[in-house]
């Protein structure tokens, strides 16, 4: 007899399709490590590397120094064999060795045909002793053995200072996130192109996660362990990284890779990309500019993942070469394409609670640096209110901010934990929305999806001027207010008519435009044109009018 449960159960199979197939699928190609090599692998990190993290000194490994030790292992195992371990190395040698043995045979052959052909007699010696005599002399002169042992030893020396199974998904320059959520799960990856992805490869067991993290933590002279579980920190190629083990991790050990583009995104390929149109960025570089004397201070709002960062470094390219910039960041992510620039980083305390710089103490530091223009790389606590005196004194800055509106982005500037008092609010001239938008076919797009002005404060409540809207039905955004009070302060300051405010867009659009149609995107492009626009604007109008004659 059935009983309910079971009827629902089977009629559901008739009723839905499989949902293993809801996520894509991202295969990686098998590991080319062989059994033996593996074995090697595991007996040389239990051996040579002390996976657990020192909590005092540095704990990086010398790589010269572990490379000779390798080379040392190695060489024991299979010259010496001064150990028990019974490892066969036929495979390993095999095929160089058949090389060196079927060449050999082929000197002997063609010996006796010039024998025979010349109607001498035959080798007197035994054939078998003839090769064997070949074959240890150039087995001697090759030196095989040392030759397998260099290769190997390489070959474990990268996959140790590396991060294993990882490396093939972190040279992927496609991949934007890598996600290890426990043992034998799926690691997960975040595609540009096909959005969230499950790969095939499965970590069957803690040991396997917490070599990959513990490698990680040294590099980054970190500790993670049971009393400090979470590790957060930036890898030398700018990479963004955060661990987790237990006890706090429930499922085993957790790691999220957030990956640094080598060739960054610029303004030209995010108008490519739709996150902005050429006309916005125009109307954003001549307020960033200012004209040379009202440059607008600017927040860039958003959720996780939005694409903040990318547009903060992005519309960087604006800033006028002239200018001093100071980056503030907890994280270096920021890659600023100008040349006068000094990067600022925090710094957590040690393991004595000594030694912390908090994003206020550079802030205030920076303020002693004759900064031109500060960026923060996200504000979030009690260095709001620095940065906001120092945009109510006369310094420009750029920053982001965490929120789901601009509205909101105000609410959380004037609450805990930042604090910003209402009347210092309108040192901000805009507040860009960016968004992070799921399409149906689940792949995720990033749109800025408004802009407004900070006009002031009426009746207690600070007013907004919204100037850029996007439209979701037509994917575009647009223009939706004439009136701009950032336009008609730098027009007023610069005793220039609006007019010509206008104009001006238009021709900063106009080479936006043919950047952009003719791929023209690497930030040593774009500083050229961008450069030499500050420096005499109708030389490059000019060209680009000239270009297609």
Avoid at 176 to 185: A, L, Q, T, Y
Avoid at 435 to 449: K, M
Avoid at 462 to 476: A, G, H, R, T, V
Wanted: hydrophobic share 35%; aromatic share 6%.
């Amino acid at each position: 007899m059935i009983d309910n449960k079971e009827k629902k159960d089977e009629n559901l199979k008739y009723k839905f399709k499989s949902t293993n197939n809801l996520i894509p699928k991202y295969k990686l190609m098998n590991s080319n490590f062989s059994k033996l090599e593996k074995t090697l692998l595991e007996e040389l990190r239990n051996n040579l590397v002390d996976l657990a993290v020192s909590s005092g000194k540095n704990s990086k490994i010398n790589e010269n120094e572990l490379f000779l030790d390798i080379k040392e292992f190695l060489t024991k195992k299979i010259i010496n064999k001064t150990d028990n371990t019974n490892y066969d190395f036929s495979d390993f040698i095999s095929k160089d060795l058949l090389e060196i043995y079927n060449g050999s045979i082929d000197e002997i052959n063609n010996k006796k045909s010039r024998l025979k052909n010349s109607k001498k007699k035959g080798i007197n010696q035994n054939d078998k002793s003839y090769v064997e005599d070949i074959f240890n002399s150039r087995y001697l002169e090759e030196n095989i053995i040392d030759k397998k042992i260099d290769e190997l030893a390489n070959k474990l020396f990268k996959e140790i200072i590396g991060y294993g199974e990882l490396d093939s998904l972190i040279n992927d320059d496609k991949l934007e996130e890598i996600m290890i959520i426990g043992v034998n799960k799926p690691v997960f990856v975040y595609h540009r192109d096909h959005g969230m992805m499950e790969s095939n490869l499965v970590f069957e067991n803690v040991e396997e996660i917490l070599s990959v993290i513990d490698s990680i933590a040294r590099q980054v002279n970190r500790r993670i362990d049971q009393e400090s579980p979470i590790m957060d920190a930036r890898l030398e190629n700018g990479s963004r990284v955060n661990a987790t083990i237990s006890p706090i991790s429930a499922d085993g050990p957790s790691l999220t890779i957030r990956k640094f583009k080598k060739d960054p995104l610029t303004i030209i390929d995010i108008i490519n990309e739709k996150t902005l149109n050429c006309e916005l960025a125009a109307f954003l570089w001549l307020c960033i500019d200012g004209l040379g004397v009202n440059p607008a201070n600017t927040i860039i709002s958003g959720g996780t993942s939005s694409g903040k960062t990318t547009t903060l470094n992005s519309l960087s390219a604006f800033i006028n070469p002239r200018e001093r910039i100071i980056t503030i960041e907890d994280t270096l992510e920021l890659q600023i394409p100008q040349k006068h620039i000094l990067r600022l980083e925090t710094r957590v305390s040690n393991i004595e609670n000594k030694g912390e710089l908090t994003m206020d103490d550079l802030l205030k530091n920076s303020l002693r640096q004759r900064p031109d223009r500060i960026i923060v790389g996200e504000v979030r606590g009690k260095e709001a209110v620095t940065l906001f005196t120092a945009l109510n004194t006369g310094h420009s800055g750029f920053g982001t901010l965490h929120s789901n509106s601009s509205r909101e982005t105000i609410t959380r500037l004037t609450n805990a934990p930042m604090n910003v008092p209402e009347m210092m609010i309108s040192a901000i001239d805009f507040i860009i929305m960016q968004n992070r938008i799921y399409r149906s076919d689940g792949v995720s797009i990033r749109r800025i999806t408004e802009v407004v002005e900070v006009v002031g404060i009426e009746e207690g409540t600070i007013q907004l001027n919204k100037i850029f809207q996007w439209n979701s039905k037509e994917d575009k955004i647009e223009n939706v207010s004439i009136s701009s009070k950032t336009l008609e302060k730098i027009a007023n300051t610069k005793g220039i008519e609006m007019k010509t405010i206008f104009d001006e867009i238009n021709k900063r659009k106009n080479v936006l435009e043919f950047l952009s149609n003719n791929n023209i995107r690497s930030f040593h492009e774009l500083n050229m044109f961008i450069g030499n626009y500050y420096l005499d604007s109708k030389i490059v109008l000019e060209y680009i009018s000239n270009f297609d004659h």
